[in-house]
Each structure stands twice: as C-alpha cells, then as structure tokens.
C-alpha cells in the first residue's frame, strides 16, 4: 500500500527527548516500511525516518519557537501541512492522520480514505461540538477508555489500536534495582507530588526524569520545586532514549501516579519492556494497559501505591517484558492498522455513502485488497 502518516511538528520523529505521538509514529512508519509499504511521512525536516519525508516545517516547532510562538504559528503550520498532504493526495491509497481533529476537514475535500488515530483526552469542554461536525470521519482510539467522554456522539470508531514500541530498544534487566522512577511531563495531572510522597514514605530513593512544559512552569516552581531538595530525590530532567533505558532497566519500580484520563501512557510499556513493574493509579487506561498482580499493582489510593511497593520483589520480571511483546510492540500495533486500512479500503470499494470515489478508484481499490 501507498500509505501516508501525518506527525505532528512539535517535535521531530522520532523525539530526542519526549514526546509520546511523535514516538508513536516513528515506530509505525519504522515497521511498515520493513514489510514493503511504500511509506510516506510528513513530519518535521529534522525527523529521523526510512520512509519519504516530506518537511512541514525545516525545524520541530519547540526547539526553535517560544511558548507564544507555539499558540501563534503551530496551528496554521500544521495546516499548510495538510494542504500539502491534500496537493498529493493522488499519490496515496490511505492517508493516515496522527494530528488529531485538524485533519477532520481535509477528509471532505479528498477522495482517499483518511483516518485520524486520536491520541489526546477527549473529556475537554466544547471538544464534542468539533467531532459533531464530521461524524463520517473514521477515527482510531489508542484505548478504550479513551472513548468515554463521547459515548454519547457515537462516533465513526473504527477500532481501538494500542500503541506500540519497538521492543528491542529497551534492555530487559531481570534484576531489580534499589531505586523508584517518575518518567514522564511535571505537570498536575501526571502528579509528580504523590510520587515524590510515595518515596519518601517508603524511604526509598526517586529518580524523576520528566520535561517542563512552558504551561506547567507556574505549577513546576510553586509545587513540585520546593519538595526536590529532599535527600531521596534526584531530579534528573528531560532525558534522551538512552538516558530512559537505562533509567528504567536499573529501577525497582516505576510509579505512574496519574489523577487524569490517560488516553494510553507510554511510560507505563517502555517500563515494563525494561522488566520493570509498574505501580499505577487506577485513572484511564492503565486497567487496559496492565495486568494487576503479573506487570505490576493497580492502586486506588497513595496509601495502596505505597504498600504495593512490598510486592513488586515477587513479581516476574520476564512476564512484564513478554507482556510488552504480545499486545504492545510495534509488530502487533502495525497489524492493527494495516486491519484498519484494509476496513477503509473495503469500504470504499464498496462505495458506501458518505464516500465519494469514483469507477476508477473502486477498482484500484478492489485490486489492493484482492
């Protein structure tokens, strides 16, 4: 298949240091070239990638825009992005949209099937007026969960495609370490705060290794700041793909104290790829993400995540890793979209309503699913 993945260009593909949809991304368009899809990825000019990348713009946008630069410019980048796209449309048997509902108009002003796999939170005030607009456009949720807030719109779900990693970038470490990891964004809903109190409970060392968005900045230096001059806790900072693996492969547990909807949580796979347990409130999609009592403890309360810790020494380490291998490698997760293609591509060859193709396209499309 001609296939064409649309990133986001806040960061490059893959990220130098975090970025989870960027990452996400990467790994997909990695492994669908290795099985013979002509791939094409509109991404950043800075990405890293073994398909055809086509620049949105010559730079990730935050490592060379400030905050009020990102608010001004990101979104009317993002949609000379999409222009583009629509210019090559032609090209392509499947458009693959990775930037959420930007994309929603384009789907109308083309007649190649577009899907946009969904990764931020949808319980967001006035979100469900945009979804409402286009309820034709085929979307993929990365959990179930995800879907939620908007049972109510019944929308054009095609499937639920968890993410995935590339497995082998993580070393698996059989033996556990003698210090806690918080990995991830210092923001309020992530809660850096109960890891930090999880680990001084405990007495246990914590090793935070997370970025600061310019929006948490405020929430960073009133809150989080002043609780990281205890002895137990090291603040690492934003660390690169090495930095996290051996972060992670070296750590007893990794804590994912979240108090928000996580539509999926990459942190919680890249940990367990490692061996690593993972000890996690029980918000979002972590009860689809884990297994409680094999790759780690669903808690309810701070007081459960702390007591958890005690269990985690009996926990097999290689379940955690096989766990990553079955449901969230990159292999299993490019299966699931190539799924999804293969349902856009026999919808269209059917040429149900609310799709506009023509005699030509069905049977190009007929030919690839043949």
Request: proline letters at 7%; one cysteine or more; aromatic letters at 8%.
């Amino acid at each position: 298949m001609r296939i064409a993945l649309i990133a986001p260009l806040y960061e490059r593909v893959p990220p130098e240091m975090y970025g989870g949809t960027e990452r996400v991304v990467y790994c997909l368009a990695e492994e669908l070239v290795r099985r013979g899809h002509a791939v094409t990825l509109f991404a950043s000019g800075d990405s890293l990638t073994s398909a055809e990348l086509v620049p949105g713009a010559p730079q990730s946008l935050r490592r060379r825009m400030t905050r009020d630069q990102l608010v001004m410019f990101g979104p009317p980048l993002h949609l000379a992005m999409l222009a583009q796209v629509s210019q090559r449309a032609d090209e392509f048997d499947i458009i693959h949209s990775h930037i959420d509902h930007w994309a929603f108009p384009f789907s109308r002003l083309i007649d190649v099937p577009m899907v946009s796999t969904i990764h931020g939170r949808l319980d967001v005030p006035d979100l469900d007026s945009i979804f409402r607009l286009y309820p034709e456009t085929a979307l993929v949720s990365i959990s179930d969960s995800q879907r939620r807030p908007f049972d109510h719109l019944k929308p054009n779900w095609v499937a639920t495609v968890y993410n995935g990693i590339t497995t082998d970038r993580f070393t698996f470490n059989p033996e556990p370490g003698d210090y806690l990891v918080f990995l991830g964004r210092l923001s309020q809903e992530k809660r850096p705060d109960r890891a930090i109190e999880i680990a001084r409970r405990v007495g246990m060392p914590l090793k935070i290794a997370a970025k600061v968005d310019p929006l948490d900045q405020e929430y960073f230096q009133t809150q989080i700041e002043p609780l990281l001059h205890h002895p137990l806790i090291e603040y690492v900072g934003e660390v690169d793909d090495t930095g996290k693996d051996e972060l992670l492969c070296r750590a007893y547990a990794t804590l994912f104290p979240i108090d928000w909807p996580e539509p999926f949580g990459l942190t919680m796979i890249e940990s367990l790829a490692c061996g690593t347990p993972v000890i996690a409130m029980r918000n979002g999609s972590v009860p689809e993400v884990m297994v409680d009592g094999v790759t780690g403890f669903i808690c309810e309360t701070v007081d459960e995540m702390a007591a958890a810790l005690s269990g985690v020494a009996g926990l097999d380490r290689a379940a955690c890793r096989r766990h990553v291998e079955s449901r969230f490698s990159a292999e299993v997760m490019a299966d699931g979209y190539e799924a999804v293609y293969r349902t856009l591509l026999e919808r269209e060859s059917m040429a149900i309503p609310g799709v506009h193709t023509n005699g030509h396209q069905r049977e190009k499309v007929r030919l690839l699913i043949a």
